[in-house]
Antibody
Framework: QVQLVQSGAEVKKPGASVKVSCKAS????????INWVRQATGQGLEWMGW????????GYAQKFQGRVTMTRNTSISTAYMELSSLRSEDTAVYYC???????????????????WGQGTLVTVSS | EIVLTQSPGTLSLSPGERATLSCRAS???????LAWYQQKPGQAPRLLIY???SRATGIPDRFSGSGSGTDFTLTISRLEPEDFAVYYC????????FGPGTKVDIK
């Protein structure tokens, strides 16, 4: 079965960087983009960016441009998200999610995030 | 830039009742790109509906989605205890965009 297993909780000081991992299993890692979404406590879901594990190509939300880097290690089917220059507002749960394209009865492609990791709490505090 | 609005913010209902959740887009979106997710406390979001009206694998048929253009609806025909959660609509254009969510809580 498809699983995305993320690394454990992190506590960082303002200005530091954090690197969260997301290990995929149960499918061909290089066949599906990995997206990263974060959620501050009691808040909604905020998309951060995507990475194609096959090519390494990435796309980041404008808000995170220059601070986020998404990489992968295909030999161990693991994606990484590194966020730098951390501030208190970055305290959140960070999720990785697999992007898939489901085809509906009309034959149209429906892009969506079908499997999610369990989340990694990143706390930024002095 | 598309903005998604969900209403109501909170819906207080009893088990067995019908829940109707709304998602409105600031401009027309393709139905193929509209999905709904359920999130329970301490858990990751779970895909419920894609293509505005298709249920994801394993999702009970009490969940249904409808709509087109700018107005979409998620309906839960009879609420079960496990359905009390937060529901997000999502539009997947060039990148995923989530609505602010509707919390369905127990009355």
């Amino acid at each position: 079965q498809v699983q995305l297993v993320q690394s454990g909780a992190e506590v960082k000081k303002p200005g530091a960087s954090v690197k969260v991992s997301c290990k995929a299993s149960g499918y061909t890692f290089t066949s599906y983009d990995i997206n990263w979404v974060r959620q501050a406590t009691g808040q909604g879901l905020e998309w951060m960016g995507w990475m194609n594990p096959n090519s390494g190509n990435t796309g980041y939300a404008q808000k995170f441009q220059g601070r986020v880097t998404m990489t992968r290690n295909t030999s161990i089917s693991t994606a990484y998200m590194e966020l730098s220059s951390l501030r208190s507002e970055d305290t959140a749960v960070y999720y990785c999610a697999r992007r898939a394209d489901y085809y509906d009865s009309s034959g149209y492609s429906n892009p969506l995030l079908d499997y999610w990791g369990q989340g990694t709490l990143v706390t930024v505090s002095s | 830039e598309i903005v998604l609005t969900q209403s109501p913010g909170t819906l207080s209902l009893s088990p067995g009742e019908r829940a109707t959740l709304s998602c409105r887009a600031s401009q027309s979106v393709s139905s193929s790109y509209l999905a709904w997710y359920q999130q329970k406390p301490g858990q990751a979001p779970r895909l419920l509906i894609y293509g505005a009206s298709s249920r994801a694998t394993g999702i009970p048929d009490r969940f249904s989605g409808s709509g087109s253009g700018t107005d979409f609806t998620l309906t839960i025909s009879r609420l079960e205890p496990e359905d009390f959660a937060v529901y997000y609509c999502q539009q997947y254009g060039s990148s995923p965009l989530f609505g602010p969510g509707t919390k369905v809580d127990i009355k």
